[in-house]
């Protein structure tokens, strides 16, 4: 079965780091590109960003391009989304979603991780 | 303010046919494909439709999706109470370098 499964729930004060988890099984981890998905409380859907895992090639999306980094680790098929500075706006649902690396700009997103609940609050 | 457009609401009795819709411009949904997602409250994104109008492996066929030129709408046909959730349409906006998703239409089962 072709799984997503992200690490669990956070709680950080503003201006503190943190690294949140999706570790992939079921599939080759390297044809498949990683995408995370922000969903603020009550709100919709926004794309972050995605990373090939075969050579950490990475797209932004300009709204959050300097604020979080997306790497990933192939050897244990884990990627990872990281903050250096967390702000109480940071505060949300993270989901990643596997996407195949076809030629054109965008593929389907499936499937989901389960989701990490990230809270920054003083 | 969502760059794709849909309704924040639709509603209908069980058996109707409910349509959703999903406005852009031609640097996303006129330049390439349309993905409709479900999501059930508290739970992550499904992937309902696929390029437009490809339904994936496990969704029933109830679901249908068609895009004309810069405009997508998914369709619910035969509604069900396990249908009440969130629907989100997603494309590529070249434009912008980025996906783009609609705001998400709640559809609610009378």
């Avoid at chain 1, 500075?85 to 996407?99: F, G, H, N, V």
């Avoid at chain 2, 349309?34 to 309902?48: D, E, H, I, R």
């Amino acid at each position: 079965e072709v799984q997503l499964v992200q690490s669990g729930a956070e709680v950080r004060k503003p201006g503190e780091s943190l690294r949140i988890s999706c570790k992939a099984s079921g599939y080759s981890f390297a044809s498949y590109w990683i995408n995370w998905v922000r969903q603020m409380p009550g709100k919709g859907l926004e794309w972050m960003g995605r990373i090939d895992p075969t050579d950490s090639h990475t797209n932004y999306s300009p709204s959050f391009q300097g604020h979080v980094t997306i790497s990933a680790d192939e050897s244990i098929s884990t990627a990872y989304l990281q903050w250096s500075s967390l702000k109480a706006s940071d505060t949300a649902i993270y989901y990643c979603a596997r996407e195949p690396t076809t030629s054109g700009p965008l593929d389907w997103f499936d499937p989901w991780g389960q989701g990490t609940l990230v809270t920054v609050s003083s | 303010q969502s760059v794709l457009t849909q309704p924040p609401s639709a509603s209908g009795t069980p058996g109707q046919r409910v349509t959703i819709s999903c406005s852009g411009s031609s640097s996303n949904i006129g330049n390439d494909y349309v993905f409709w997602y479900q999501q059930f409250s508290g739970t992550a994104p499904k992937l309902l439709i696929s390029k437009n109008d490809q339904r994936p492996s496990g969704v029933p066929d109830r679901f249908s999706g068609s895009k004309s030129g810069t405009s997508a709408s998914l369709a619910i046909s035969g509604l069900r109470s396990g249908d009440e959730a969130d629907y989100y349409c997603a494309a590529w906006d070249d434009s912008l370098g980025r996906v783009v998703f609609g705001g998400g239409t709640k559809v609610t089962v009378l």
